[in-house]
């Protein structure tokens, strides 16, 4: 069994144990079985299979740049899929995604086509979403007064926390530092989750966030800044995007044995590969966004918020907060989200996510 423990890099980032063995396992996959996935389904047109991962003799298609995991053989995952970049996903699904995105190449959304097939049982819970919706969240410290509401469950808005041209001098900045790619959580649940964009690791060598920024950001949502993870940024190119997700990961019970109402159906415990205390790894308590560009850079690429049914568009130097988690470490259902994906041009963004001091 896979102990969820923390890995603290020389950074002092702190990865996820579970998350590191899953890219381990998934390094190893695809050093020992090539890049290409061989998935089923025939198509009678070969022009239907595209890029490197072309087709078979048989007429089925290869998935480029995916790999069966190791000890799901019905789950893949990929690395950098041309369309879909980093992921995971039953087989069936991810065929049916891909092909559906090599049909309308011009017209398709990709988070809608992956919410409409990708199988999410935990996502997609509507009797968990229910009875969480009433929940309110006024158990957690106030927040500044100066947040516009967006919705009553608890997602903010504020149009001006950094100047344009502050924006602009971080996005500069950024083009000369260090990347890599985008990650998900890999965790212990069924998902269909895809992620394409580039990520940058804001640490204390490669700081573009100023002191008094984080400062303001702990002062706007009454946090400490002992309490902030490492700063992320991530840019975003035409066709990029990251599909429906939650900022941590779904768990099932605390570790007083009481079950997380909605997700202690049957159909939830066969969804979940392992049980997940919500009270025993550390928790994010808050996401803190700040979007560095807006729409003269780039159209598309939308923060949309379907049960909550808000789509925030990007705005240069505008700020968005909402918290993940309620104070007991459970997950709020009601905060799923996307990155919807972007049209044209360019899309930066600052993701600052807060920890929740009860499960340090």
Request: charged fraction near 20%; proline fraction near 5%; aromatic fraction near 8%.
């Given at each position: ?5 923390p ?57 480029e ?7 799901t ?16 996903c ?5 065929r049916e ?33 229910r ?19 967006l919705?009553?469950?608890?997602l ?49 060598d ?46 099932n ?18 969804a ?29 690429g ?20 909402f ?15 996307a ?22």
């Amino acid at each position: 069994m896979l102990v969820h423990q923390p890995i603290v890099l020389a950074s002092g980032w702190h990865i996820p144990l579970l998350l590191t063995i899953s890219l381990l396992e998934l390094a190893v996959s695809l050093s020992l079985k090539g890049d290409l996935l061989e998935l089923s389904g025939s198509t009678n047109n070969k022009s239907n299979c595209t890029g490197k991962g072309g087709q078979r003799s048989d007429g089925s298609c290869r998935l480029e740049g995916c790999q069966v995991s190791a000890g799901t053989p019905d789950i893949v995952s990929c690395l950098d899929h041309p369309d879909l970049g980093l992921g995971e996903c039953p087989a069936k699904d991810a065929r049916e995604i891909a092909h559906r995105l090599r049909k309308h190449p011009k017209t398709a959304k990709v988070t809608d086509i992956i919410r409409e097939l990708g199988t999410n049982p935990v996502y997609h819970n509507e009797r968990w979403a229910r009875l969480d919706a009433n929940t309110n969240q006024s158990s957690w410290a106030s927040i500044a007064s100066t947040w516009q509401v967006l919705h009553k469950h608890g997602l903010y808005f504020i149009p001006d926390f950094m100047s344009e041209n502050d924006a602009d001098s971080i996005v500069e900045r950024l083009k000369d530092l260090p990347t890599h790619f985008s990650n998900i959580y890999h965790g212990n649940f069924l998902k269909c989750e895809f992620r394409k964009s580039t990520t940058w690791d804001i640490t204390t060598d490669y700081d573009v966030l100023p002191k008094s920024a984080r400062e303001e950001i702990g002062s706007l949502t009454n946090s400490n800044l002992a309490d902030f993870e490492v700063t992320q940024a991530a840019r975003y190119h035409p066709g990029d995007f990251y599909s429906e997700h939650f900022d941590d990961g779904p768990c099932n019970h605390l570790s007083n044995g009481t079950n997380v109402e909605g997700l202690n159906s049957d159909r939830m415990h066969n969804a979940f590969f392992i049980n997940s205390a919500c009270d025993d790894t550390p928790r994010r308590s808050g996401t803190f966004l700040v979007y560095l560009t807006g729409s003269k850079e780039g159209i598309g690429g939308a923060t949309y918020f379907p049960r909550l049914g808000v789509r925030v568009p990007a705005q240069k130097g505008g700020a968005i907060f909402f918290r993940p988690t309620h104070p007991d470490g459970t997950l709020d259902p009601m905060l799923l989200h996307a990155a919807e994906g972007l049209e044209s041009g360019e899309k930066y963004v600052i993701q600052q996510w807060i920890r929740n001091p009860q499960f340090r």
